[in-house]
């Protein structure tokens, strides 16, 4: 048996990337070796987690929810062993998603495979090019428009994405002058970037 750190569970809807507004059970495991100063989770990473549960355990939770999908997030969830949670879910045939900052090995087996990678890379923790490469679509959070040439670099190497999203780092959410810079750039870009936004604070879920 498999026994995970989890921050928190719980069953909302993906407000984020090409899968909004889905139905979405969400197991975010604890502990992060990024550490974004800016960080809207760092409960999962900070104090300790809250609890101590099996990979069967958390795949039948998803399974009574009735969740289309589950999301597995952190923190940084490739900091632990995920064959043996994707092994349950995908047993139950429940798709399990991904999101990582691509800064450690995603492993995956027959059997045990990610139905979706969403990455989010940093510029001061920078991913490998084999998460780049797996990623399904990436997510940027940018805090000034002068990092958009970085992450433009970057999104080169993500050659199976099929979406780029450009967030406004949180605290700069009603930045006038950063939301317009990143809507020229996708503008001037085009696919596979997309202006994005992290919809289920509008809707005031978690
Ligand atoms: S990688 Fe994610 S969880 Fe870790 S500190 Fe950054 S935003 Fe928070």
Partial sequence: M????????????????????????????????????????????????????????????????GAEIAVITGGEPCLHNLEPLLAELSAKKIPAHLETSGTLEIKENPGAEFAWVALSPKLFAMPSDAALGRADELKFIISNAGELGEYHALAAKAKNARAVWLHPEWSKSSDKGLLNALCEFVKANGFPYRVGWQMHKNYFAR
């Fill in 2 to 65: 498999t026994n995970y750190p989890v921050a928190e569970a719980f069953f909302s809807v993906q407000g984020e990337g090409l899968h909004m507004g889905r139905s979405a059970y969400f197991i975010r495991l604890y502990g992060c070796n990024v550490k974004c100063p800016w960080c809207d989770s760092k409960p999962a990473w900070q104090g300790g987690a809250a609890d101590i549960v099996s990979a069967e355990s958390l795949a039948e939770t998803v399974e009574k929810s």
